[in-house]
């Protein structure tokens, strides 16, 4: 599966959509942190059942970044990138009433702080990049942020509200 088929499928099975995001938001407004971690862990659970090609693609790109792992071993990795995809859902739609704790490798910070003068940083969509966003502001000043827009602009103005 290529990452055109895996976008256009992604919109396609019509969760990217204004409604999931509103009513998600309602019922993190409502749960407390840890259900709505396992009732996402559930949901991503069945979402890779559902969709078996995409789980599929993203463990196949995970083998080709640890070659040396089984493939038992890589899809155990993609199962938890769904997963923690999940769970940064939850924490991006809980964020502005209650921020998660973001608690960042040992090091990581220290090497971010070092960086005198400014740095580009280009990384894989791993996470949560808003809440991300929110951490290294307060970790280590102004920053950019450059992403693609969504495809459904209510979806856009959706996540543009949060941001605001």
């Not at 979402?47 to 993203?58: K, L, N, R, S, T």
Request: hydrophobic share 40%; proline share 5%.
């Amino acid at each position: 599966m290529s990452a055109d088929s895996l976008n256009s499928s992604r919109h396609a099975n019509g969760f990217n959509n204004r409604w999931v995001f509103r009513l998600s938001q309602w019922g993190c407004r409502l749960l407390p942190r840890n259900t709505l971690y396992a009732l996402s862990d559930s949901i991503m659970e069945w979402f890779q059942g559902y969709q078996p090609a995409m789980a599929a693609a993203v463990a196949d790109n995970l083998a080709k970044a640890f070659p040396e792992k089984s493939r038992a071993q890589v899809e155990a990795f993609a199962s938890h990138t769904f997963q923690s995809y999940g769970r940064g859902v939850v924490d991006y739609l809980r964020a502005g009433k209650h921020p998660p704790e973001v608690i960042p490798r040992v090091g990581a910070l220290k090497i971010m702080e070092s960086l005198a003068g400014g740095a580009v940083l280009v990384t894989a969509h791993m996470g949560n990049w808003e809440v991300g966003g929110a951490f290294l502001g307060e970790a280590i000043g102004p920053h950019w942020m450059v992403g693609l827009h969504e495809q459904d602009p209510r979806v856009e103005d959706f996540r543009r509200a949060k941001r605001d």
